[in-house]
């Protein structure tokens, strides 16, 4: 072993930092301060670090920046500036944002001891007292950024289907549309048909691709309807709008699929679902009592079909 351990060339240590520049390119950063100075240094302290940046004069236009651009996801913000203050703008930004989806350092030269409080109490994720040291300044951003990705990877692993990337069963009835939503809505029960056997036919792995293929195809004729994958090859589809619409692209959908032909490892594979459609202003589990029911009778009457 030719390379010291503590070497900076040694791949142990390599790794990380390509992870974190792969990683850090993936994010934007809104630098929000009154001087023309601080927001220069701030800029080539995060531009060295391959972050993207931007930069506001103020608490307004740090606001209006974000819901302009969307796709910021940290803001490093001074305390004190004309136009709301640092603190002032944590708690706006809390109000829309949630710690995965913004992440908010803050900065100041005041003396004021109750300011780090002043910071965090209103939601910021780190406090830095101006000047600082240039090396506490790295160690903060990435623990703050490290702590952004890893409650984005909480909320993916926690809701989203591993397989299928559709929304889980869990997201499904923590979603408040499903909790709180009152009114007529349209919800779709479906299911494939003899998976079993197409399973037992040509495997697993060719069961788990045909899963996900229709996941996709769910999500193109769906995408604004809550698609989540409720178990085994069973889909629910919650739909806010007319039932007219929804039972005319259930139909298409159903008709798209039996004419499909899927190349999948060089197998030509054919399916089939069916599938139960309900609506009204019914509880949710009182929507999927029904769409199951509707989904039985579409597999007793033979399958490849949808009951209402
Ligand atoms: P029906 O037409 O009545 O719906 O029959 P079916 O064979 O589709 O239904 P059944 O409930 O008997 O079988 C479902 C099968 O789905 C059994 C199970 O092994 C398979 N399955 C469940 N989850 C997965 C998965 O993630 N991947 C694969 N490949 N198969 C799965
Ligand atoms: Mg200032
Ligand atoms: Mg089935
Ligand atoms: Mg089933």
């Not at 710690?99 to 003396?111: H, M, T």
């Not at 409080?117 to 000047?131: E, I, Q, S, T, V």
């Not at 399916?271 to 949710?284: C, E, L, R, W």
Request: glycine share 4%.
């Amino acid at each position: 072993d030719y390379i010291p351990k503590d070497s900076p060339t040694c791949i142990s240590s390599i790794i990380p930092i390509l992870n974190r520049l792969k990683r850090n390119n993936e994010h934007k950063v809104l630098v929000v301060d009154d001087s023309a100075t601080a927001r220069r240094y701030l800029r080539s302290l995060l531009e060295r670090q391959y972050l993207t940046v931007i930069e506001a004069r103020n608490g307004d236009e740090a606001l209006e920046v974000i819901n302009k651009e969307n796709d910021i996801t940290l803001v490093i913000t001074d305390y004190s500036m004309p136009e709301r203050d640092g603190v002032s703008l944590v708690k706006e930004l809390r109000k829309t944002f949630q710690p995965r989806q913004l992440a908010v350092i803050g900065l100041s030269a005041s003396d004021e001891a109750s300011l780090t409080a002043k910071f965090l109490k209103a939601g910021a994720n780190d406090f830095l007292k101006k000047p600082f040291n240039q090396e506490e300044f790295y160690c903060r951003l990435h623990s703050t950024l490290n702590f952004l990705d890893s409650e984005r990877q909480l909320y993916h692993l926690a809701n989203q289907d591993y397989l299928t990337k559709t929304w889980n069963r869990r997201y499904f009835f923590e979603h408040h549309l499903v909790k709180n939503f009152k009114g007529p809505r349209c919800l779709a029960l479906l299911d494939i048909d003899y998976f079993k056997v197409l399973n037992d036919t040509y495997g697993h792995h060719i069961g788990d691709l045909v899963l996900i293929e229709l996941a996709n195809t769910l999500q193109q004729y769906f995408p604004d309807a809550l698609v989540a994958r409720f178990g085994g090859e069973e889909f629910c589809i919650l739909y806010g709008n007319s039932e007219d619409i929804f039972y005319r692209r259930l139909q298409a959908l159903t008709q798209d699929i039996a004419d499909t032909e899927l190349t999948l490892f060089g197998n030509a594979i054919r399916y089939t679902v069916s599938t139960g459609v309900v609506n009204g202003d019914a509880n949710i589990h009182e929507l999927i009592r029904r769409a199951d029911k509707c989904l039985y009778q579409a597999k007793s009457a033979g399958r490849n079909q949808m009951v209402q």
